[in-house]
């Protein structure tokens, strides 16, 4: 029977073994990205003469990346031979403009070169997404759901948020500081002090990723001058990462509501959050939102009950 230092030092190789498994799987995967992502860039995309019959391959040789680059030919040449090298951000980025890389393969490039990878960035082809994620929030109805940006300003919500949430065009289009000055809102929310401080965590996980950010701090300073209570919440610095919080509501028209609101994001728009806000079953909270949607309820919707104080 092995000893227990036996045991440790088997574990212990095993470890090791399986690192430099996935090293070289890793450095691998680089060298056949990288000669994928250069063949399909041609001399013209590069500002270069094509090179007519002496060129056997349409895309671009090695030794014009590392120009390009601004790097050695023999550094580029090892880099995309996968071998184990030492590389920079700097570098990596300099490739990456050359080979025209996509936010995505940037952020590819970064892991395969065993780099933390930079943050996510919305790509030209991907700024006309709102069309589709305005069809996803309305396909959402009867139940309230809204698409916020980074700094959560409101870009798109649908009638039931209207409606539920008092979401609407004479307030402040800032869902942080809205939550703390709308009336109709804090009126409506049962547990709205319970509530605060999740919000005012999740917003300062938020501002964490984006720590150099003025439009974060611009919210801060205004949510802070406006209301005294957020002030007082940011000030004990909780933090807690974007992603469900149960609400109870109380509607003007059909009474108390049970809904969870939850926060998605689509990686090619990093920028935005979708917040969807789902019945809680066994509250008959669905059937309320439906006749809220409904013709009579829209039309009871129109005379809305006075919000107290």
């Known amino acids: 029977m092995a000893s227990p230092a036996q045991n440790t030092d088997a574990a212990r190789t095993t470890t090791v073994r399986a690192g430099a498994d996935d090293k070289s799987h890793r450095l691998a995967e680089l060298r056949e990205f990288l000669m994928s992502r250069r063949a399909r860039v041609t001399p013209a995309d590069a500002g270069l003469p094509d090179g007519g019959a002496r060129r056997r391959t349409p895309g671009l040789r090695r030794e014009e990346v590392a120009v390009l680059a601004g790097v050695g030919v023999s550094w580029y040449q090892w880099l995309e031979q996968g071998r184990d090298i030492t590389v920079s951000p700097q570098v990596l980025d300099a490739v990456a ?73 004479g307030i402040v289009q800032n869902c942080m500081i809205a939550f703390f000055t709308d009336p109709v809102y804090r009126a409506r929310s049962t547990h709205w002090e319970t509530i605060a401080g999740q919000v005012v965590a999740q917003f300062r996980a938020a501002c964490s990723d984006n720590p150099d950010d003025e439009g974060f701090r611009a919210v801060v300073a205004e949510a802070r001058e406006l209301s005294p ?15 469900q919080i149960s609400k109870e509501l109380q509607h003007p028209l059909v009474g108390t509501l049970y809904v969870e609101s939850t926060q998605l994001r689509v990686p090619a728009r990093p920028d935005l959050v979708i917040v969807l806000h789902t019945p809680l079953p066994d509250t008959g909270t669905e059937v309320k939102l439906q006749w809220l949607d409904s013709p009579e309820g829209r039309r009871g919707s129109m005379y809305p009950v006075p919000v107290p104080g």
């Open 229 to 243: 209570e957020f002030a007082a919440l940011w000030d004990r610095r909780d933090v807690a990462p974007g992603g």
């Open 97 to 169: 403009r050359v080979l025209r890389f996509s936010s995505a393969e940037r952020r590819h490039l970064y892991v395969l070169a065993g780099l933390n990878p930079p943050a996510l960035e919305v790509d030209p082809a991907h700024r006309d997404m709102c069309a589709g994620l305005n069809r996803l929030i309305d396909a959402w109805m009867p139940f309230p759901a809204h698409i916020m940006d980074r700094y959560w300003n409101t870009v798109l919500y649908n009638d039931a948020a209207s409606a539920v949430l008092g979401m609407r065009p």
